[in-house]
C-alpha cells in the first residue's frame, strides 16, 4: 500500500488536545509543545519493536473525546457546601472535566485508561485553597466527616501518587499556594508555597536581588526531569532528586524545615541547621505522600547562583564496567562532586546518539575505529558547578579519573545537547502512544557492590520479552552507590498484559537488591511491594505513624499501605519480613 | 598563712583513685591520666571565681570511698538467674560497685552525687551481652517481664542519658560487641558493632589494608571530644557531632543502616545510599537514646585516610563579629568545607591563650599592638582535609575570606597545640572539682541570623551570675547557621543551686531561638524541655513512635519523654505548644 520509493513519515500530532477532552488532561507540557522522534528513532523503533509503516498509518485511543465521568459525586449537597464556604465558590469544581483532571497523574495506566474513555478512579470535588488556613479548615473538615484528602500539585506523578481511590476531595496546592514568600540570605534558605511550580521557583531564585532586594542571586538546585511540570511540594512529598543532585543533594538534603497540616494537627518543624534532639520529625514528614498530611509551607537550602563557573564535559568509555568504575572512583575521591554526572549503557548510549543524529557520521565511525563499539561503548555526561577554582579542579580530576579508565573525552557539545532537550523529551511518550507503543521508566537505587548484578538482572528480564527496548542510566552519585534509571519501549496497546509486565519488573528490583524507588516515591503503585521491601517490623514503624497522623485514614488513603487498607492493586505475589 | 614569697601551687592529684571508689567511676580518662591547670589558669581562675590560695588548701569531696549502695536489687533471684542463663554467670554482676558503675555517665550532678557519695539511682544488675543474639533474648525476657533496659556503652554521658532511674538492667555493649565486623570497599562503608570504642574504630580504619586487605586506608572521620572515652553505638543513638563534622558530616550524615533489637521486633534498615520509599526508619532510629530499642550493628560512611593532604591553619580576628561573617561566608562559599573550622569568642580566645600558654609572650603583645586587643581578639582554627588539590583551594579561600575580614594568618602551630590536648581537656575537671570549681558545657544550633542574639543572650545569663566564667566556641559550621558551645566554670559545691542556674541555661537556649542540642542527645536531663521545643504535636509523633517500640516504657525510661512517664527532673516552669 505504501510507496516503496517515498521515505514515509508517521504523521505525528502536532495539534492541541481539544479543550475539555482526555488528550487535554495526559498531555506532557503545555498544549502547543510536542517533541517527535527522529527519523533515525523512528527507524530504531521499527526494527526493535517489530514494527513496519503500516503499523503507523492510524493513530488509536487518541482520547479526543470530552471528558465524561459515570462516577456520581459521594459528597452530600451539605458537604460541598462546606468546602464553597471555606474557599469561595470559585474555588470548588465539581465538573466532570475538573474532576478528572485534577484526580490524573501521568502513569502510563492512566494515561492509557484516558485514551480509551475509561475512568477508573476520581475525586468528587476540586478545591484550590487559597492559603494555608483554608488547608487547616478543610482538613479539620474532612477528618470530622472522614472525607479523603488527595493533594495535586503539578500533577506529573508517575506513580499513582494521586489517585483517589476513595474519592473524597482533590486539593490543588498550585493555583493560588503558589509563592516564594521569602529569600532569607543570611541562612541561605527560601521559605515556599508547595505549589510553586519548578520553574516560577527557579527563576524567583535567579532573579532573588531584583525581587527580594538580596545582595546575590540564587539557585535551589533541583532540577528533576518534571522540573517544568511539578512543584516544589510535590518534589518534597516524594523525595525528588534532580539532575544535579550529585552535588545540591536530594529534595531530602535541602528541605530545612516543613509545615504541615495534619489530622493530628498543625506544626512547622524546627529551622535548626543540626540538631541532637531525638529522631527528627522534620524527616518522617519527608516523602510521606500526602498520607500524613498537606505540605502547606517548606523552607528550602539554596545556593548561590554561578553560571559563570559552570562546566560541562562528555566522555565515551570503552564498556559498562569502565564507565562504572569511573563513576565510583569520582563519587569517593574527595575532591568535590559532579552537580550532573551520568553514564548510559550500551543501548541507551546507541539509542542517544540516534536520537541527537550522530551515528553514522564521520565522527561515530572514527569513534568506533578507536576502539569505542557500537553496543559496548557508554557516553558519560557530566558538569561542575560551584567557586571557580573548585569546578575547575572537579573536572580536572574527573578527567584524569576517566582517561585512566580508558575514556575519550569529547568537548562539553553532547552535554549542552542533553539539556536543551532534558525537560521535553518525555514528551515524545504521546506521540509513540497514538501508535501503540508504550514508553516507560522505573528508578532504583543500589549499592556499588550490587550494581551489576541490579543492572544485569532487571535488563534481562526486560529484554527477554520480544522487540522490548531496554536502556539504562546511572545519574545520581554517591560515594555509597548510584542509581539505576531503566527506560523500557514496547509494542503494547493491552493494559493488563502491560500491567503484569510492570509488576514483576518490580519484583525483580527487589529481588536483585534495588529499592523500590530512588525518587519521586512509590506512589498506590508499588506500596504493596513495601512490605517485601522493608520487612513487617519497618512497615509497622509506618505505619504506627499513619494511625498517629490520620486516624481516619483519610489522607491519600492508599499510600503508604495504610493499615487496613487494601492496596489499589493486588499484592505481590510473595511476601516476606 | 601562706608564704607570699614562694608561688603556691595547689596539690593536684596524680593517684589513681582507690579501686572501687567512686572516685574511680567518674574519673574522667584513664586512672593514670591527669590534666593539671597551668600556673596562667590557676591565677585566671582565683581572680574570675574569685578565690584565693585559701580555696585551695584542702579538697572536699574526693571520692575515695568504696562504693557502697543501699538500694537493694528489685530484681528476683529468677530474674537475674534468666539473665545467668542467656549470657552465661561471667556476664551478670550484681555487686555494688559494678551496679553503680555501669549506671553513671559523666554529669555534673552525676560526678558531685558520687563525690558526696550519695547514689541516687542505680541499676539492679549489669548484663553483658556476647552478640545480638543475647540482645535478642534479653529484649525479649525483659519485655515479658516489664524490666527496664538502658543501654551502656562508654559511659561518656553528659545528658543523664544512662541514668536508670527505674532501676533494671544495664546492658554494657563494650564489652564483647566492641568489633569493626568488616570492611566494603566498594561501598566504602565499615559494619561495625555498638559498643567498639572510638579509638579501636578508627585504628581499624586506619590500617584497614593490613586488617581487612583493603586496597587503601580509611577514617570514619568522626572526632567528637569524648573520642576516647566514647563508642560507635554511643555516636549513633545521641546524634554525635565529630570535630572534623563540617566536612565528614555528623553521624546523621554518616549512619548508612543500623540494625535494632527493640520490643516490637529485630530488623536491620535498608543500606540503600538514597530511596524515595517514604520516611526512612534508618532515620527515626537515630538518635532514639535507647527509647526504641538497641543498636545493634551498624553500617557507617568511611573515607579514604589522607593524612598527606592535611592543612592546618589557624587566624586571628579582630572580633566575634568579624570572625562569624567569616565563618558564614566560607560555609556558603561552594568550595567545598573545611574539616575543623572552630571560632572562639573573646573570653575562650583569652582562657584558650592562657591555657596555651601564649599571653604576655613578645607575640601577644606583637598581635595586641597590630590591633587584635586581648577581650575583643577571636581565635580561628581550620585545618582542610580531602584530595590534595581540594585541600590546597579550601585552604586558599578561607584565606581570602578571613583576610577580607581582617583576620590575621598565625600559622598551623595553634591548631597542632590545639589537637594535643582535645581530648585531654576535660580530664581538668576532676582538678577543678576537687576544689569545689565546677566546669560545664551546654551546646546549641542556631540559624545563621539568629546567631549573635543567642550567643549574647545566653552569655548574658551566664555572666550575670557574680564570679562565673563563660567562654563560647563555634565549631560545626553549615551554609543556613551553626552551633555554639558554651563552656562556664564557677565556684559551686552546692549541687541544687547548680542544677537551678542549669536549668535558666535551657530556659535561655529557648527562649533565643536555639536547640536544645546540637550534638550528644539531650538524655533525661533536657528531656522535660522537648514539649517546649518541638510543641505538643511534634513531640506527640515522638510519643507515638516510643508506643510502637516498646509498648511497655522499659527500653530507657524517662529518655524522649516516654508517654506517660513523669520526668525524672521537675518539668520546666512554662510550657507551651
Same mark, same amino acid.
Given at each position: ?16 488536545p ?10 506532557? /507540557? ?6 517527535h ?8 523503533l ?26 456520581? $459525586? ?31 497523574g501521568k ?21 484550590h485553597?487559597r ?6 479548615? !478543610?482538613?479539620?473538615? *474532612? ?50 508555597? @508547595?505549589? *510553586?511550580?519548578? $520553574? ?37 512529598v516524594?523525595?525528588?532528586? /534532580? ?18 497540616v495534619? $489530622? ?26 500526602g ?51 551520568? +553514564? ?33 561503548? *557508554? ?32 568537548t ?26 508504550? +514508553? ?29 527496548? *531496554? ?17 523500557? !519501549? ?14 514483576? !519488573?518490580?519484583d ?5 537488591? /534495588? ?47 495504610? @493499615? ?14
Amino acid at each position: 500500500m505504501i510507496s516503496k520509493k517515498k521515505k514515509f513519515v508517521p504523521a505525528w500530532s502536532d495539534e492541541a488536545p481539544p479543550a475539555g477532552s482526555y488528550r487535554s488532561v495526559f498531555k506532557l /507540557g503545555a498544549p502547543y509543545r510536542f517533541k517527535h522522534p527522529s527519523d533515525a528513532w523512528y527507524e530504531m523503533l521499527k526494527e526493535q519493536l517489530g514494527m513496519n509503516d503500516e503499523d503507523f498509518q492510524h493513530k488509536h485511543h487518541e482520547g479526543r473525546r470530552p471528558v465524561a465521568v459515570k462516577q456520581k $459525586p459521594r459528597l452530600s449537597t451539605v458537604q460541598i457546601q462546606r468546602f464553597v464556604d471555606i474557599v469561595g465558590r470559585e474555588n470548588v469544581a465539581v465538573d466532570d472535566f475538573s474532576r478528572v483532571r485534577f484526580s490524573y497523574g501521568k502513569t502510563v495506566e492512566e494515561t492509557l485508561e484516558l485514551r480509551y474513555g475509561h475512568v477508573r478512579h476520581v475525586a468528587d470535588a476540586v478545591v484550590h485553597p487559597r492559603d494555608k488556613h483554608d488547608v487547616r479548615r !478543610i482538613i479539620g473538615y *474532612c477528618h470530622e466527616q472522614k472525607i479523603p484528602v488527595y493533594g495535586y500539585g503539578g500533577g506529573s506523578s508517575v506513580t499513582l501518587g494521586i489517585r483517589p481511590v476513595h474519592g473524597g476531595i482533590v486539593l490543588v496546592l498550585s493555583t493560588h499556594m503558589n509563592r516564594v514568600l521569602e529569600v532569607n540570605e543570611k541562612n541561605q534558605t527560601a521559605r515556599v508555597q @508547595p505549589g *510553586c511550580m519548578g $520553574p516560577a521557583y527557579e527563576e524567583a531564585l535567579n532573579h532573588a536581588a531584583a525581587r527580594f532586594g538580596t545582595r546575590f542571586n540564587y539557585t535551589g538546585g533541583h532540577f528533576p526531569q518534571s522540573f517544568e511540570i511539578s512543584t516544589v511540594g510535590g518534589w518534597v512529598v516524594t523525595l525528588g532528586a /534532580g539532575q544535579a543532585s550529585t552535588y545540591y543533594g536530594d529534595i531530602y538534603d535541602l528541605v530545612v524545615s516543613q509545615e504541615y497540616v495534619t $489530622p493530628a494537627g498543625t506544626f512547622t518543624t524546627p529551622d535548626f541547621p543540626a540538631a541532637a534532639i531525638g529522631p527528627r520529625v522534620n524527616d518522617i514528614m519527608k516523602g510521606s505522600e500526602g498520607a500524613f498530611g498537606i505540605l502547606v509551607e517548606v523552607i528550602l537550602k539554596i545556593f548561590r547562583h554561578l553560571p559563570q563557573n559552570r562546566r560541562c564535559f562528555a566522555f565515551m568509555f570503552a564498556d559498562w564496567q569502565a564507565a562504572a568504575d569511573a563513576g565510583r572512583e569520582i563519587s569517593q575521591g574527595q575532591f568535590g562532586l559532579p552537580a550532573v554526572f551520568r +553514564i548510559s549503557d550500551a543501548d541507551e548510549t546507541e539509542i542517544g546518539l540516534k536520537l541527537y543524529r550522530f551515528n553514522d557520521t564521520i565522527l561515530d565511525r572514527a569513534i568506533s575505529w578507536m576502539g569505542y563499539k557500537p553496543g559496548r561503548r *557508554c557516553l558519560c555526561l557530566a558538569t561542575a558547578e560551584g567557586q571557580r577554582a573548585f569546578t575547575r579542579n572537579v573536572k580536572k580530576q574527573i578527567r584524569k579519573i576517566c582517561r585512566r579508565h580508558g575514556a575519550l573525552p569529547l568537548t562539553g557539545i553532547p552535554v549542552r545537547r542533553w539539556e536543551k532537550t532534558r525537560y521535553s523529551e518525555p514528551l515524545m511518550r504521546d506521540d509513540l502512544q497514538d501508535y501503540g507503543i508504550i +514508553i516507560d521508566t522505573l528508578e532504583t537505587a543500589v549499592t556499588w557492590d550490587n550494581f551489576h548484578r541490579l543492572h544485569e538482572g532487571v535488563r534481562t528480564y526486560i529484554k527477554a520479552r520480544p522487540h522490548t527496548i *531496554c536502556m539504562a542510566h546511572a545519574s545520581h552519585f554517591y560515594p555509597q552507590g548510584t542509581n539505576l534509571y531503566f527506560i523500557f !519501549i514496547m509494542h503494547a496497546d493491552d493494559l493488563q498484559e502491560y500491567q503484569q509486565f510492570q509488576r514483576v !519488573i518490580f519484583d525483580k528490583i527487589l529481588q536483585y537488591g /534495588g529499592s523500590l524507588s530512588h525518587h519521586h516515591g512509590i506512589g498506590k503503585m508499588m506500596a504493596p511491594w513495601l512490605e517485601k521491601q522493608l520487612g513487617r517490623e519497618q512497615l509497622a514503624v509506618l505505619q504506627a505513624l499513619k494511625r498517629h497522623f490520620d486516624p481516619h485514614n483519610i489522607m491519600n488513603p492508599g499510600a503508604l499501605l495504610a @493499615p487496613g487498607e487494601a492496596p489499589s492493586h493486588e499484592s505481590p505475589a510473595g511476601k516476606n519480613s
